[in-house]
């Protein structure tokens, strides 16, 4: 370690810590910038402080969950993939579609949670999508210029403030200096020509450098102003965001609109209707008639009613991780999202079949975590 040098820099802090405490006493004075700068600071600041605000509310209404946008930020730092979230109107969908399920989709009322179970997993695929263009065409790019330029800036008037306090210490030197001139020379002192002459070379070194250090942070204070370009641009991908995410919703809630008005209509024959014994003809014929296999009807997007053959009863599982179809009867994943499928005998096979709300299809089970077992 240099103790020359550590020691030279101790003593600059000191001088420059004295020098502000005199000019906020009042005893010493101060250089002032010109009003030009002044007036590039002011702005400066402003655009500092207005799009720190901006980007947290933007955050704010993106996501809401102050939890989610700490674990986002920590996945942003040690650049690793941001979790796959499922969004409430998703999850609310689910319910809707077991519950669907469990009253039975040939009913009134199961068939209409079905269908609306469907529409809100729709809108809920459309918000993250809405989100993440958001994210990417608008607070991303706003807290790069937080994090970089406005960081500069910062760092730049902060530099520029300690040259300025040098200056006015070697100002404060030098006067000091010139006033022990007239004075007679003590025994043993300084001559004060000495101290004079080398005050003025300090302050000429201490100038130079702080009209350098003033012209680089008048650079960058120009400079902000031009980003406001920018800016403007990634205001127009959020508003565009914005557009498709209602204009999409808007069609998924009309489409949902008439299939709930054509539900309406078709009257449910199991409400209101009596249980009636069999009769002798009654179990003859019934005796008569194929056994049905184990299968449930699901109602797809067209409306029409699909049976998949289920091999077991449907059970709940949790998806542990994302998985791609790779075939027309297989059916895509999403990591901790919660599915029902089916297995014959319970035992999970390699492949199982499942169903999201009226999507089925083949999943490897090495993906699933039963839920109910």
């Given amino acids: 370690m240099d103790l020359k040098k550590l020691a030279g820099q101790a003593g600059q802090f000191l001088t420059r810590a004295v020098q502000y405490t005199e000019e906020k006493l009042g005893s010493a004075e101060k250089t002032e910038l010109d009003g030009h700068f002044e007036s590039l600071s002011i702005q400066s600041d402003s655009a ?102 406005m960081k500069t800036i910062m760092r730049e008037k902060r530099l520029l403030e300690t040259k300025r306090l040098d200056l006015d210490a070697c100002k404060s030197r030098l006067r000091k200096a010139r006033s022990m001139d007239g004075q007679s020379a003590q025994k043993d002192a300084v001559d004060p020509k000495v101290l004079v002459a080398q005050a003025e070379t300090d302050l000429r070194k201490a100038q130079a450098d702080f009209d350098r250090q003033a012209e680089i942070t008048k650079l960058l204070l120009e400079g902000v102003r031009s980003s406001q370009a920018a800016h403007l641009r990634h205001l127009n991908e959020l508003v565009e965001a914005q557009v498709r995410y209602y204009e999409e919703s808007h069609k998924v809630m009309i489409e949902l609109q008439k299939e709930m008005a054509s539900l309406s209509l078709i009257p449910d024959a199991t409400v209101g209707s009596a249980v009636v014994p069999p009769t002798t003809s009654s179990a003859t014929s019934n005796a008569s008639a194929p056994t049905l296999t184990s299968s449930s009807t699901t109602v797809g997007v067209d409306g029409e009613a699909k049976s998949v053959d289920e091999g077991g009863p449907w059970r709940r599982a949790k998806v542990v991780c994302d998985y791609d179809a790779t075939s027309k009867d297989e059916m895509s994943l999403m990591m901790n999202e919660v599915v029902m499928y089916s297995s014959k005998d319970g035992e999970l096979a390699d492949f199982v079949m499942a169903k999201r709300g009226t999507q089925t299809g083949r999943v490897p089970s090495a993906y699933l975590e039963p839920m109910d077992d």
């Avoid at 799009?51 to 809401?64: D, M, N, Q, S, Y």
């Avoid at 809920?124 to 993440?132: D, M």
């Fill in 48 to 149: 500092r402080i207005w799009t720190e605000k901006l980007v947290a509310g933007a955050e704010a209404v993106l996501i809401p969950n102050p939890g989610n946008r700490v674990e986002d930020m920590l996945f942003e730092k040690i650049e690793k993939r941001r979790p796959n979230r499922l969004s409430n109107l998703e999850y609310l969908g689910l319910d809707m579609v077991q519950a669907g399920n469990e009253f039975g989709p040939g009913t009134a009322y199961g068939s209409a949670l079905l269908r609306v179970g469907g529409a809100e997993q729709r809108l809920g695929l459309i918000e993250r999508e809405f989100i993440s263009n958001a994210v990417q065409g608008y607070v991303q790019p706003m807290r790069k210029f937080l994090d970089t330029e």
